[in-house]
């Protein structure tokens, strides 16, 4: 979801944030767990740490629930012990998808994800068989409002960004994994405040879907992989016209 594609994706979803509090604290708190348990409990020791808090404070998490979640990984407190899974799959059109899990039960979420694909016309591949299309790296989207990209190639470029893609009511900068939480804490520092700010998978192509059917049942396909318990986070390469999205959404 790379592209005006994914601008248009991530104030679509906006409106239903709130509704999902309590699955994003959740998400967010395995994510805390597991950055713990590898890293330990210092955040300034912890790069993975410090990027996950970014995120629950991005998200007004409560204070006591990243704590309570950050003592589980450390073995403070008692929890359950989670893995970090990815699928790749194929949706409508051709569509290739990246799925993040984070599970304490690996047959739940692969008997999960596999249903939700093959319900709504898509089918799981083989590990690897997708990473071609996509970079995983770091992903900042700004309102074009909210800086120039004077602002951006002095702020993020000299904290470690690769590159700025300019649309026309949006940037998109990425940067590398290593690089995320330098520029997230320039962009801080500047003043700047991504709309969204992640660790993705962005496709090196996308795939054009100009049929309202189909623009359907890809959103169809990605809000039900979404709403699997196990899920961390959905990443796809589709290219949906603003206007055909808001039609199909």
């Avoid at 047959?107 to 016309?121: G, L, M, Y």
Wanted: net charge negative; with cysteine; aromatic share 6%.
């Amino acid at each position: 979801m790379a592209g005006h594609s994914k601008w248009a994706t991530t104030k679509r979803h906006k409106a239903a944030v709130d509704a999902k509090r309590g699955k994003i604290f959740s998400r967010i708190s395995k994510e805390l767990t597991i950055a713990a348990r590898e890293g330990g409990g210092d955040a300034s020791m912890n790069p993975r740490l410090r990027t996950v808090l970014l995120k629950a404070r991005g998200a007004n998490m409560p204070a006591d629930n990243i704590e309570r979640a950050i003592k589980k990984g450390t073995g403070e407190l008692p929890g359950a012990v989670y893995e970090e899974l990815l699928y790749e799959g194929y949706g409508p059109g051709g569509v290739g998808i990246m799925v993040e899990v984070t599970t304490d039960n690996k047959n739940r979420s692969a008997s999960d994800v596999r249903s939700v694909f093959t319900k709504n016309h898509g089918n799981l591949a083989g590990p690897g068989a997708l990473a071609f299309q996509f970079q995983h790296m770091g992903q900042f989207l700004i309102d074009g409002q909210k800086a120039t990209e004077e602002d951006l190639m002095e702020t993020a470029v000299e904290a470690g960004a690769q590159d700025i893609k300019v649309a026309e009511d949006h940037f998109e900068v990425l940067c590398p994994i290593q690089a995320f939480y330098s520029v997230s804490q320039a962009l801080e520092q500047k003043g700047i405040e991504p709309d969204s700010s992640e660790i993705a998978y962005i496709p090196n192509t996308l795939v054009p879907i100009t049929d309202p059917d189909v623009a359907r049942q890809v959103l169809r396909l990605i809000d039900q992989l979404e709403d699997c318990e196990d899920v961390q986070n959905v990443f796809a390469n589709y290219d949906i016209d603003q206007a055909l999205l808001e039609r199909a959404g």
